[in-house]
């Protein structure tokens, strides 16, 4: 009888520490708002088909398929995440209690929603991970998008949502949005992915030009800038930007960017909008191009420097 008191004492002090553990952590709700929603519980395999509601926690995956919607509700004062169809998202972290808690979730895959109507306190954090960065907010409300390869964006609607990879990071203020692959992009003005996309990866252009004549090309938007080349007009098939005064345009040019003067491009296709920077903007970093055909004085410019970073205000 002893040995079986022994027993169960060792076996009780093994436990306990894994109850408390249990006790802090919390539980969320999750709601169907269309059909098409499963959650594989931690530690299992199998995925169960969710028609209503039920009650998630740490560990938890729910996937949404193409029709699918749900909302997981964290707390019900305004702290809850929207999944849109074909998303799979990981409760890892839910603890604390209702005045300071830890929040960390991961998106592995689609697009999200995230609200925090309350602000939070010293004690209290909201993390999302994504393949290729990791977002910390604090009483905000912001988009995520991850791709299948991985790729994932970001858009802020209220607050600012810090985005971090490896040794970058940088704050997004509202309205504006930032993407992650091998590194950070720059913090761009946004509101929907289409433009965050179109803002990073420019627009299909064209050029063109009376005759064959080639065009001068910048090291920023105004002819105070040096020139860096010329480039013949049918070379140019897509804009990064464009300033505020809609005159000069911003193209790839030998590894890095430069700008033209055109009275003539035009956009060809759909695009959700170039990303707009202001006049006279430049210049641009020179040490990025693989050759320069003339030579750049950056002792001549004659404009204070104007940095990308400076159209990230909102």
Not at 5 to 32: D, K, M, R, Y
Not at 74 to 94: C, H, K, N, W
Not at 111 to 121: E, K, N, P
């Amino acid at each position: 009888m002893k040995r079986l008191v022994v027993a169960f004492f060792i076996l009780s002090v093994g436990i306990f520490p894994l109850l408390i553990h249990a006790q802090n952590e919390l539980a969320a709700t999750l709601e169907v708002l269309n059909a098409g929603v499963e959650v594989q519980r931690v530690n299992t395999l199998n995925w169960i088909p969710v028609s209503v509601e039920a009650i998630v926690g740490v560990g938890d995956r729910i996937r949404t398929d193409a029709t699918g919607r749900a909302r997981i509700t964290f707390f019900a004062d305004g702290v809850d995440t929207e999944l849109l169809p074909d998303t799979v998202y990981r409760i890892q972290q839910f603890s604390g209690d209702d005045t300071q808690f830890t929040i960390q979730a991961e998106v592995l895959l689609g697009q999200t929603i995230q609200r925090l109507t309350r602000l939070l306190d010293a004690g209290s954090s909201y993390d999302i991970t994504t393949p290729t960065m990791t977002l910390a907010a604090r009483g905000t409300a912001f988009a995520i998008r991850v791709e299948e390869g991985g790729r994932a964006a970001m858009i802020v609607t209220e607050g600012t949502v810090n985005a971090a990879k490896d040794a970058a990071a940088a704050d997004v203020p509202p309205e504006f949005g930032i993407r992650a692959d091998a590194e950070l992009s720059d913090v761009v003005r946004a509101a929907t992915f289409a433009e965050l996309d179109a803002a990073i990866d420019g627009c299909t252009a064209s050029v063109s030009t009376g005759d064959d004549v080639s065009i001068n090309v910048r090291v920023g938007a105004s002819t105070d800038f040096p020139r860096v080349g010329t480039i013949d007009a049918r070379e140019i098939d897509r804009f990064m930007g464009v300033t505020e005064a809609g005159a000069w345009y911003r193209i790839n040019f030998r590894g890095g960017f430069g700008w033209i003067l055109s009275s003539s491009a035009e956009i060809v296709g759909q695009c959700a909008g170039l990303r707009v920077f202001p006049d006279n903007f430049g210049p641009e970093d020179t040490s990025l191009y693989e050759s320069v055909g003339d030579p750049v004085e950056r002792e001549a410019l004659t404009l204070p420097v104007i940095t990308p970073e400076a159209t990230a205000n909102p």
